[in-house]
């Protein structure tokens, strides 16, 4: 048990190499919360017109 404990303990080490340090992240979620706050307005005109193109492709499927 003890060897199986040591072999996914090493085999975890290298994956912590992938993940940036805390200050790194700072700087991420500040870009995706401009490009949400750029893109917001655009996503609001599009979901009514998605749910519209949508409605009428099903309707149209149900009318065959």
Request: aromatic share 16%; charged share 10%.
């Amino acid at each position: 048990m003890l060897q199986l404990l040591f072999a996914v303990a090493f085999s975890a080490v290298p994956l912590t190499l992938y993940i940036p340090p805390i200050r790194s992240f700072n700087l991420f979620i500040e870009t995706v919360e401009a490009i949400f706050r750029q893109t917001a307005l655009y996503t609001v005109g599009a979901f009514p017109r998605v749910r519209l193109a949508l409605s009428r492709i099903f309707s149209s499927f149900v009318h065959l």
